[in-house]
């Protein structure tokens, strides 16, 4: 008779409690031989695909105990890493499919079961090789004493100092000789390479540093197990990046099944991109003539390890966003379309193609050759080289020789033709992907309709809505003849000076309503 299990509503952990019983019930098979990875060097331990083991690989085998680490993780990208997207583009185009593959199911045994490929980029990706199970260098407390007196399933935990390090991240972060063509000398997903030569790295701080903080506080027990000794500096393994929309999607994708813990790294994700950057004011006007224009200044600065925005360039998207009260001057998003005005400021990359003879925006990474902007904010202390440098503007001009990483934007901003006190709001504003890219995913997959499903949760999670990752505001206030501290800044305009320069106009008190 199978003994009764009782499961309070909504406790996850039971239900993960009861997994892993049942598991243990059964036989589990044995690995086949493969190959022994060299597990002394991180290139070792990589090589990809990740050699078959088999035995229990899942990461629903791992829950059990490490209930904490699993629910960081079931939210994340890392846990749905073969969406319906990444199928589609390898379905129809087979080129891709073994450079797509190693990193978005990194084991072996994954490429021959469905069960296994779900998990994505799951627990065994990173902690699993030969049956063995891997992980860093012991905090300053242990789970020894509980090893040794209720040994862990997997056996002893072998531990490497690499696991700590940027080059455990860069094999799937980073694109590399012979697994990704160069463009203009530069890899299409080139995050490391961006940090390599900043000051995060000459200081010491890695992906893992920022990606997978330490959890404050108190030390927390090792695992759920009664009893289990606590451990400081325990890491999240909630992978926070950039795509917060993507989050969305899975939960459209999969309603119902984890949207509690979607929700959570979706927040927790808005969260890390606010603090990736800050904007500012520099020397605000304060006043402002009736239906005059005034000349708005602000600072973009990075605050991350690499480029602003990075990783998945193609569609990544960043600008400034400028309003006058209720009124967009400038930065507009319309029809899921950034408007680019005259005065827009955006910071991507941009990839091109050559098509019929000539140079054209290209959509699919496979299709890139060459690159057509790179606009995009370095990090503090880049000293940048052929393949980070910007391309399409200048960031020269920062400390001790290195690219700035800010940036600087100017705006003429109308004035209301009332008097009164109007607020002046400036927005960076994110975008993850974008509706070209989408739909030219789903037009492109004739083998099955994985692509339009993409297209289809694309629709019902929000079209990639621009997310605002900081915003400032000022009052700039409205007359009908400005004071003194008003005339400068109404006389701040390039045009304005020229022409005080040359006589044109008084350089005493100047009504702006008169300047044309």
Avoid at 106 to 128: E, F, K, M, N
Avoid at 342 to 355: C, K, N, S, T
Wanted: aromatic share 6%; with cysteine.
């Amino acid at each position: 008779t199978m003994p009764a299990y009782d499961l309070p509503p909504g406790n996850h952990g039971s239900v993960w409690d009861l997994a892993a019983y049942m598991g243990s019930l059964q036989a589990q098979p044995t690995a086949p031989p493969a190959p022994e990875p060299d597990t002394s060097t991180v290139a070792g331990y990589w090589t990809r695909p990740v050699p078959a083991q088999g035995g229990e690989l899942s990461a629903a085998s791992c829950a059990g105990c490490h209930a904490a680490q699993f629910n960081d993780w079931a939210g994340t990208r890392h846990s749905l890493a073969m969406g319906p997207g990444v199928w589609a583009q390898m379905n129809d185009q087979p080129e891709l499919r073994g450079m797509c593959a190693t990193c978005h199911t990194p084991l072996r045994d994954q490429w021959a079961d469905p069960y296994l490929q779900a998990d994505g980029v799951g627990c065994s990706g990173c902690h699993s090789r030969a049956s063995r199970t891997f992980g860093p260098p012991p905090r300053p407390t242990t789970i020894a004493p509980l090893v040794a007196r209720y040994p862990a399933p997997h056996g002893a935990v072998n531990t490497r100092d690499f696991f700590e390090s940027v080059d455990f991240c860069a094999g799937c972060h980073q694109f590399a000789e012979g697994r990704a063509p160069r463009v203009n000398g530069a890899f299409l997903q080139n995050t490391v390479e961006e940090w390599r030569v900043s000051r995060a790295a000459r200081e010491g701080r890695t992906c893992q540093t920022c990606h997978m903080p330490e959890v404050g506080g108190d030390p927390l027990p090792s695992t759920r197990i009664p009893n289990s000794p606590t451990r400081a500096g325990q890491r999240r393994h909630d992978f926070l990046g950039g795509n917060e929309w993507g989050l969305s999607l899975l939960r459209a994708a999969f309603p119902g099944e984890l949207d509690a813990e979607f929700d959570s790294a979706r927040m927790a994700t808005r969260a890390n991109l606010r603090s990736a950057a800050t904007v500012a004011f520099v020397d605000p006007p304060a006043t402002g003539g009736l239906g005059s224009t005034v000349r708005v200044r602000v600072r973009v600065t990075n605050n991350t390890g690499h480029k602003l925005p990075t990783g998945y360039e193609d569609a990544r998207l960043i600008w400034v966003q400028v309003r006058v009260g209720e009124r967009v001057v400038s930065g507009a998003y319309v029809d899921d379309e950034l408007v680019r005005d005259a005065q827009a400021r955006v910071y991507e990359f941009e990839a091109g193609r050559v098509e019929g003879g000539r140079v054209v925006h290209s959509d699919f990474v496979a299709q890139h050759s060459t690159v057509l902007s790179d606009t995009r904010i370095p990090p503090r202390g880049m000293m940048a080289d052929a393949r980070t440098a910007p391309v399409g503007r200048d960031y020269a001009g920062g400390e001790n020789g290195a690219l700035r990483h800010w940036d600087d934007a100017s705006f003429d901003v109308p004035l209301p033709a009332t008097a009164g006190d109007v607020p002046v709001t400036v927005r960076l504003m994110y975008r993850a992907t974008t509706k070209h890219y989408v739909e030219a995913i789903a037009a492109a997959n004739t083998t099955d309709n994985r692509g339009r499903e993409l297209l289809r949760l694309f629709n019902a999670s929000g079209r990639a809505a621009p997310f605002e990752m900081a915003s400032v505001s000022t009052t700039v206030r409205v007359t009908a003849a400005e004071s003194s501290s008003s005339r400068s800044a109404g006389c701040s305009l390039p045009s304005c000076q020229r022409a005080v320069r040359a006589g044109m106009l008084p350089s005493g008190p100047l009504d702006v309503r008169t300047v044309r």
